[in-house]
Every structure is written in structure tokens, then in C-alpha cells.
């Protein structure tokens, strides 16, 4: 799925969202009910982060603080578990239907490496084009296609978006282009997002279509930073020097986001949450959310309607927010 906004080695600060119950049937399950996630022995619960998720909804990837180290987590349909990885130092990013997580490892110079991890494969590092290069892996989809970006190390600036093919391992293909970009996500057709820019100077949000040897742009003065189904998520410049919030749809017409005052989760469906109380519909509609600790932030939203994010500082996990 992907990924709230990463321009390669920061990361933007994420909010939250808030549910409320359905009332239409006492029977049924809670609208968008929420549910603390679960985590690991001697963790700090206001130190847990959830980075990324699959787009069922049965997988979430993110880091907690354990006896004052950050370690790296999995949580599989509420489940938590610690992989075992050998960098001390590093993140998981994003994961997908398989299990297969996403993101970098840094080594004693702290120079980052692309890599992923399967409870089968265990860590793997991803290929760079040139000897000596650096990266990290932003995304995956289903497929397994890994999304990210990789750079020079003495033109830290300078990020290359990059595509790791599960059609062809062991391979690497970078987007062409003299300024920086970084892909911040795949979608499960294979669409990447791909900003261009560095933090606090970016350029237009593209669209790559590996498949199509193609790249269009979302058009002067945009930043986006997610993808799932053929909508985008993030801001565009207006002429009075603000920005709008908006959804992206690359099929059909496009729309500003109202409700949402940091949106930064979308699905297949169209639907986004963020930072608000509620998930807001295509159609404008909305479901709230339950958090009865307040300050409800929504990271990432599954397309069957599982999201995950934090409520009350805490990490959180609400279904039936379909």
C-alpha cells in the first residue's frame, strides 16, 4: 500500500482518528471499532509507531521502544511479534499480503541498505545500480514489488526512485531524471507514486507505469504521498498560496478533501483517512471512528476497511470501517 510522506531518509509526522459504534444493529460489530494492538514485553506503549500495513488488513509493520531501544515489529491480524533481525539499527517501512516487509538497515558507518524480511527468506538485501550506493524500500504490493529510493552517498540531496521487479530478482530499475525523486509507494496494479524534490523544496508528484514505460505528473506545485487503486492522496498549491487537500483519481475526476485536516490513508475504494474523526468516502459520506481516548490518527487503511494508527497516543488497530 503505502506509505504517509517519506522523502527518502525523513519521515512527516503522522496524526490520528477517532470511531464512534453503529448504532443501526446492537448485534452487529462496532463501526469502526477500536482495539489497542498488542505489543511486546517491557515496550512502551506511547513509544509505538505502525508504519505501514497490507491491503487486507492482516498485516502492519512498525517500531516500539523495548528497555530503551527501538526495535522493530510485525503485527499479524493483532498478533505482535519481534523478527529477528541482524541490524541493530534501521526500519521497516511498509508490508504485504505475505508478509513480506519493507525497508533499510543501516551498518557500522550507518550507511543505508535497501532490504526486506519474510518469516521464510529472513533479511534480504536489495540490489543498488551503482557499487556503494545507498537506499532505502518505501513500499510493496502484492506482487512483491518493491518500491523505494537509492543514492550516491556523497549526494545525500539527491535521491533516485527506484523499482525492485518481483518478475525479475535480483534486478533494479531507476526512473530517469536529473532532479531528485523518490517513489513513496505502489499500488497493486503497479502504479508508482514518485515525488520529486527534496524536504521543504518539492517538485511535482508523478506517476510511473513501469508497465507502460510511462511518467505523468499530477501537475506543478503538488505533493503526494500515497497510492492505492488509482487514487492519490496529498496537497496542491493554489493561487492564493495555500494548499489544498486532495484526492487524486486517476480514472476519473478529481476532488478536494474536506473532513480531513491531514489526510494520510487511502484505498482502493477511494476513501480517506488521517487525522480526523472520521474515514471519509468517495461519495462524501464518512464513518466515525471510535477512540474513546481521543486524538485519533489514521496511518494506513486497508480495502476491507481495517485501519491502523493511534488513538490517544497509543497504537490502534479499528475494523469494520468498510
Not at 53 to 75: F, H, K, L, P
Not at 288 to 308: H, I, K, W
Request: aromatic fraction near 6%.
Amino acid at each position: 500500500m503505502h506509505r504517509p510522506l517519506r522523502i527518502f531518509a525523513a519521515a512527516t509526522v503522522l496524526g490520528a482518528l477517532a470511531v464512534a459504534s453503529d448504532p443501526a444493529s446492537a448485534a452487529a460489530p462496532a463501526r469502526c471499532g477500536v482495539t489497542y494492538l498488542p505489543l511486546p514485553a517491557n515496550a512502551a506503549e506511547y513509544t509505538t509507531w505502525v508504519a505501514g500495513a497490507d491491503v487486507t488488513g492482516r498485516w502492519a509493520v512498525g517500531s516500539t521502544e523495548i528497555n530503551g531501544w527501538t526495535e522493530q515489529v510485525i503485527w499479524q491480524n493483532g498478533r505482535v511479534s519481534v523478527p529477528p533481525l541482524p541490524f541493530g539499527s534501521g526500519g521497516l517501512e511498509d508490508i504485504n499480503a505475505s508478509g513480506v516487509a519493507v525497508g533499510y538497515g543501516l551498518d557500522m558507518q550507518y550507511r543505508s541498505s535497501p532490504v526486506s524480511w519474510s518469516a521464510q527468506h529472513g533479511l534480504e538485501v536489495l540490489p543498488v545500480p551503482h557499487e556503494g550506493w545507498v537506499g532505502r524500500a518505501t513500499g510493496i504490493n502484492s506482487h512483491g514489488d518493491i518500491v523505494g529510493a537509492v543514492n550516491d552517498p556523497a549526494e545525500f540531496d539527491s535521491p533516485h526512485a527506484v523499482r525492485w521487479p518481483a518478475d525479475a530478482p535480483g534486478t533494479v530499475e531507476m526512473l530517469p531524471g536529473d532532479v531528485p525523486q523518490t517513489a513513496m509507494g505502489i499500488d497493486e496494479d503497479g502504479l508508482v507514486l514518485v515525488q520529486q524534490g527534496v524536504i521543504g523544496l518539492p517538485g511535482p508528484a508523478l506517476i510511473w507505469d513501469p508497465a507502460a514505460d510511462s511518467v505523468e505528473s499530477l501537475g506543478e506545485g503538488t505533493l503526494a504521498h500515497a497510492i492505492s487503486g488509482g487514487y492519490v492522496i496529498g496537497y496542491r498549491n493554489d493561487a492564493a498560496g495555500g494548499q489544498k487537500r486532495m484526492l487524486w483519481n486517476l480514472r476519473g475526476p478529481d476532488r478536494e478533501i474536506t473532513r480531513i485536516d491531514a489526510p494520510a490513508a487511502v484505498n482502493k475504494q477511494g476513501s480517506v483517512a488521517g487525522q480526523a474523526e472520521v474515514v471519509l468516502r468517495r461519495d462524501g459520506s464518512t464513518i466515525r471512528l471510535q477512540s474513546p481516548a481521543g486524538y485519533p490518527y489514521v496511518s494506513e487503511l486497508s480495502d476491507t476497511g481495517v485501519a491502523y494508527g493511534s488513538s490517544g497516543g497509543k497504537a490502534a488497530r479499528w475494523t469494520n470501517c468498510g
